[in-house]
């Protein structure tokens, strides 16, 4: 079994560093970096959007190669990261002051070269003899004209062959400075979901369909109609452009007689990919994954819904065999220590960026731990339940925000605080992927293809269990309408919607959940064929069984369609000056608990494999051949505001502070494997040495009991399997 402890650090260059530092400037940072245990380096810097500062090419790649010397000097690996195709171009007072204030966020400024102000304004560089960088750009359909981002700017197209030679030509530029790893950012098309129309595109969506793209007279009827088959095949060639752009990037440097890092990361999971953006589509180019976890998202009310997007990391890592990252916006030890406490809890890697700087002296600290610890990235989670990801029904259908995203968050998170673990099907696994989980869900599949209904009914027929949410299957891949997909489940059922429902309650092999009353749902209409009512509002069916009690079917009953009931990740802009306060408005985590989460370990049918019940502790499990099992238990105890109470970036971490309180109360797990455990030892960056954590073995599993006094905010348990069987 092969240990990665890879440990990535930021390395900010800004005007300071390409302008003036010399090589022993550094040198001297990447001595900083070698002392905090990071072996790789990812630039970062106000220059992201490299087309912006074409004119200063031969500073920023000077600078870069000085990087790269200093770190090979302390076999530090370099991957350079910057924005493929992205532009400032701010047409407004109001847009050149969101350019000042990020910039200045990241300790920099418009005037940090001169005449960049000018440049931007007015800039339009000839990249090749003839060829202006305006020549690449995305085109709106809409209208004809140059596709504007998100950004204030402008990007150029993937398919465009002068944009492509341009950007190839500098990353041999790149190349030669040594560099071991290079993350091409921001592969997307933007113009609101309208781009990319230019001449290259309608040349090659016409080559590939046989279909031509509407002219902006007619984009109006085009645009957004799902029910249209050339739509549907224009959003797919839109992410063939961009996961084909990436290919080609790894090809490029491969005939350079190069082998290349390629860490990339999306900063959500199980959202519409609107952008075309080809993260999971190239997944097998990555040589890590990560998910960007929000800069302006408040830490303290984010970390919900960041565990989702871990579960998903951590399934495409494993199943591309590379570790699994996430990057955190901290600013001081609580905050990093709690951040990487739940890196380690998700098994991933952490890399900590505070926007133009970095947290060496924290780090540092961490450091000897990280060594002595390593995450093995190629450990297999103690999962109970697995999630279907419907990747084609978030891309490929309308309203994938009601129908999918608000159900799959409201399940995922209302399991995480029940105590269950997941683990993620994407859409091409094999049966036997599936057959792994005991239970699997689906939440808003509208979109399958004849293949995945027969592999779900496969699933059932070799005793798995599903549990499906909303309508599903009722689109073939080329968005066309399929009638009655439950067929396959022997039975037809209509599922129409419902204002308001009544207090109810779904029963199921003998135990029941309460469900409150909902203000907008949907319900079961007709019901034909072989199947069980499962759940009331009422007089309302919400809930049906079917396939010798195989599937159980969820119309509506579940607060998913209002954002309050499931929106953790609360945000305050950092790119102002002084970030304020704000009043948290949300107190979900007792209802989806008792209601999606009950629902969940109701049809489970058993216990977790791993859990801690007293609520306070983030817990997950590890095994590893070789290795025995790890636990990563994080207290979470008074992190989450409560509804009312002010919260802002500066909150202190309590339990994370240097001296914290250790547990006033012991601290019980209870392990559900059928191994013999031989003993458990607890480690954490708090104290030094191990500490034994006594441990009974009953049939079925083991319950290991934290001593009081012990930790305050992380704690790592190792066990080692065979004799003896219990410890007092």
């Known amino acids: 079994m092969k240990s990665i402890q890879d440990k990535y650090g930021v390395f900010w260059y800004n005007q300071e560093q390409i302008c003036r530092w010399r090589q022993e400037d550094f040198d001297r940072k990447a001595a900083e970096f070698a002392s905090a245990g990071i072996n790789i380096v990812m630039t970062f810097s106000s220059t992201h959007f490299r087309w912006s500062f074409y004119p200063w090419r031969k500073e920023i790649v000077s600078a870069l190669a000085k990087i790269v010397k200093a770190c090979h000097r302390y076999g530090i690996r370099v991957v350079e990261h910057h924005s493929c195709h992205l532009t400032h171009n701010p047409r407004s007072k109001k847009e050149w002051n969101i350019v000042n ?124 109609n799902f029910d249209d088959p050339v739509y549907i095949a224009w959003l797919r060639f839109r992410l063939r452009s961009t996961e084909r752009f990436q290919r080609d990037v790894n090809a490029h440097f491969k005939s350079l007689g190069l082998d290349l890092l390629r860490p990339n990361y999306a900063a959500g999971a199980f959202g519409c990919n609107a952008v075309a953006y080809p993260f999971e589509e190239a997944g097998d180019l990555w040589s890590c994954v990560f998910q960007e976890n929000m800069f302006s998202s408040v830490i303290r009310t984010a970390w919900p819904g960041w565990h989702s997007v871990a579960e998903h990391r951590k399934s495409m890592a494993k199943k591309y065999h590379v570790p699994a990252m996430s990057m955190f916006y901290p600013a001081r030890f609580d905050d990093y220590y709690f951040c990487w406490s739940l890196a380690r809890a998700w098994n991933q890697l952490l890399m900590a960026s505070p926007e133009g700087g970095d947290l060496n002296g924290v780090e540092k600290q961490f450091a000897s731990f990280d060594a002595d610890h390593p995450v093995v990235t190629d450990a297999s989670p103690l999962t109970d339940i697995g999630f279907f990801e419907p990747r084609s029904s978030l891309d490929l259908t309308p309203e994938p925000l009601k129908n999918i995203i608000w159900p799959m968050n409201v399940f995922l998170q209302g399991g995480m605080f029940a105590g269950l673990h997941f683990g993620i099907l994407f859409e091409n696994d094999p049966l036997e992927e599936f057959l792994k989980y005991p239970l699997v869900v689906l939440c808003g599949a509208v979109m399958l293809s004849d293949d995945e209904l027969r592999l779900l009914k496969r699933y059932c027929e070799e005793g798995g269990h599903l549990l499906i949410f909303g309508p599903f299957g009722i689109r073939n891949p080329d968005g066309s309408r399929r009638a009655a997909p439950e067929k396959i489940f022997g039975l037809e059922a209509e599922i129409v919607s419902a204002d308001a429902l009544p207090e109810g309650v779904f029963s199921c092999g003998g135990r029941s959940v309460v469900l409150p009353s909902v203000e907008e749902s949907f319900r079961f209409g007709s019901v034909t064929g072989d199947f069980e009512t499962v759940a009331s509002c009422g007089e309302a069916a919400v809930g049906i069984s079917a396939f010798n009690g195989r599937v159980v079917w969820l119309a509506g009953g579940i607060r998913c369609r209002r954002p309050e009931h499931h929106y953790y990740d609360q945000r305050i802009s950092r790119w102002t000056e002084h970030p304020g306060k704000t009043t948290f408005g949300i107190d979900a985590e007792d209802y989806l608990r008792r209601v999606p989460g009950a629902i969940l370990r109701l049809l489970l049918g058993k216990k977790p494999r791993v859990q801690c019940g007293d609520g306070d502790h983030l817990v997950s499990a590890y095994s590893a051949a070789g290795r025995g099992i790890g636990i990563h238990l994080v207290n979470v105890s008074g992190v989450l505001p409560r509804k009312g109470e002010e919260f802002s970036h500066g909150d202190l971490f309590v339990n994370f502070l240097p001296g914290a309180e250790k547990n006033k109360d012991s601290v019980k797990i209870e392990l559900a494997v059928s191994e013999k455990i031989g003993g458990a030892q607890a480690f954490s960056p708090e104290f030094s040495g191990a500490v034994s954590v006594p441990f009974r073995c009953e049939d079925g599993g083991v319950t290991l009991t934290v001593p009081a006094g012990t930790f305050s905010g992380y704690l790592n348990i190792q066990l080692t399997m065979g004799r003896p069987t219990s410890s007092k």
């Open 101 to 224: 204030n990020h910039l200045r966020t990241r300790r920099s400024a418009l005037d940090m070269f001169p005449g960049l102000k000018e440049h931007i304004a007015g800039g339009d560089p000839e990249i090749a003899p003839g060829v202006f960088l305006s020549d690449c750009r995305q085109i709106d359909g809409r209208t004809g004209d140059f596709a504007r981002t998100v950004y204030n700017g402008y990007g150029h197209c993937f398919n465009n062959p002068h944009f492509r030679k341009a950007y190839f030509d500098y990353l041999e530029e790149v190349y030669a400075t040594g560099v071991d790893g290079i993350m091409t950012d921001d592969v997307a098309y933007f113009g609101s979901q309208n781009a990319c129309t230019c001449r290259y595109c309608r040349e090659k969506f016409k080559e590939e369909t046989g279909h031509d793209l509407p002219l902006p007279a007619d984009w109006g009827k085009f645009h957004g």
